[in-house]
């Protein structure tokens, strides 16, 4: 007998979603920066998802945001705005009324809220700790044993052995990512850590995703279309130039700027 199909499954899974850091709230100036940022291209963002962070705004800004003019904005770059981060708290119920949802994600308060944070959990840890009692006299010392083998180190890069192909996103989370063949044109993968292609890379490649300004990518062959380091990116919408096309090259971040280095041949 064939056991009844469910109306739905709900899995966990990962989505990848940009940042947006809004440094101010003027529509015309933001349409004039995402048009800067996306040399007219229309199809830059792809419908990628979008995360409004608004913890950079000065003074009150943030209380003066149209929800609904920001979010056709984004949407007309092919953005779609999901929920919004680092928002006062009163601003929470009209953020919500527009659709979007409250990221909780990322912490507010910096390193004074982490260590408020921490020391709520030392005096909860001390709290819950026994009284002393007096120590009671020595017993005698155990014959030695052999220390116990160290435990395996958890997994920590993603290999790919197939081409990853147009419209594909590789997310290799909190991971390094190797990629053993091509990829190709409209696939974009990301990566935590540091990207490894050996083969051709074309695409859109990410790493450093959460952040780590230290990671890197390598390619066999660098034709991608952008390259991005802990959200630093370059484009290349007007081509490769002729001493990195096509050769075996790094990309690494110098304070705010993407380089491209050739490889020297093995």
Do not use: C
């Not at 000065?58 to 945001?65: F, K, L, M, S």
């Not at 155990?142 to 083998?149: E, F, I, L, R």
Request: net charge negative; no cysteine.
């Amino acid at each position: 007998m064939q056991k009844a199909r469910k109306p739905i499954d709900i899995k966990i899974s990962t989505v990848v979603a940009i940042s947006a850091i809004l440094h101010e709230t003027d529509p015309a100036s933001l349409e004039k920066a995402l048009k800067d940022m996306t040399g007219g291209v229309s199809d830059f963002f792809e419908d990628e998802f979008a995360v409004l962070d608004i913890g950079a705004l000065e003074g009150d800004a943030a209380a003066g945001i149209d929800w609904t003019a920001l979010v056709a904005l984004f949407k007309r770059f092919r953005l779609n705005t999901v929920a919004v981060r680092n928002a006062p708290e009163d601003l929470h119920a009209g953020i919500v009324a527009h659709g979007l949802a409250i990221d909780s994600g990322a912490a507010t308060g910096g390193a004074s809220n982490a260590r408020a944070q921490e020391n709520a959990m030392m005096a909860s840890v001390a709290a819950a700790a026994p009284e002393p009692q007096p120590e009671p006299a020595p017993a005698p010392a155990p014959a030695p044993q052999a220390a116990p083998a160290p435990a395996a180190p958890a997994a920590s890069t993603m290999i790919i052995d197939t081409p990853v192909r147009a419209g594909q996103r590789i997310y290799a989370r909190g991971a390094d990512l190797v990629i053993m063949a091509a990829v190709n044109n409209g696939a974009e993968i990301i990566a935590d850590g540091s990207i490894h292609v050996y083969a051709p890379l074309r695409g859109r490649a990410l790493a450093g995703a959460s952040g780590n300004t230290g990671a890197r990518i390598f390619a066999a062959s660098l034709e991608a279309e952008l390259v991005s380091i802990a959200g630093v990116y370059r484009t290349f919408e007007n081509g490769h130039p002729a001493e990195i096309k096509g050769k075996q090259v790094q990309v690494r971040l110098t304070g705010e700027r993407i380089d491209v280095l050739v490889m020297p041949p093995a």
